[in-house]
């Protein structure tokens, strides 16, 4: 099991829109987001690497994402 974790610029009303998209990825077993973190966390949990796919979609919803580093 892979586990990324991304700070992002999602907010609350973005979830509805992103789970189509996120729920779709091959690979993935599950995601959530802790919004009460200053960084608006997204967590990854995926059987393969689809850290750029997962940037991808955030980025083409208008939204900022970047990977964070262990």
Do not use: Y
């Amino acid at each position: 099991m892979i586990i990324s974790v991304f700070k992002t610029s999602i907010k609350e009303k973005d979830i509805i829109d992103l789970s189509p998209a996120l729920n779709k990825l091959e690979g993935l077993s599950r995601w959530n987001t802790d919004l009460e973190d200053c960084d608006n966390i997204l967590r990854v949990e995926s059987h393969s690497d689809i850290v750029e796919e997962i940037i991808n979609i955030l980025s083409t919803q208008g939204l900022q994402c970047e990977e964070l580093e262990d």
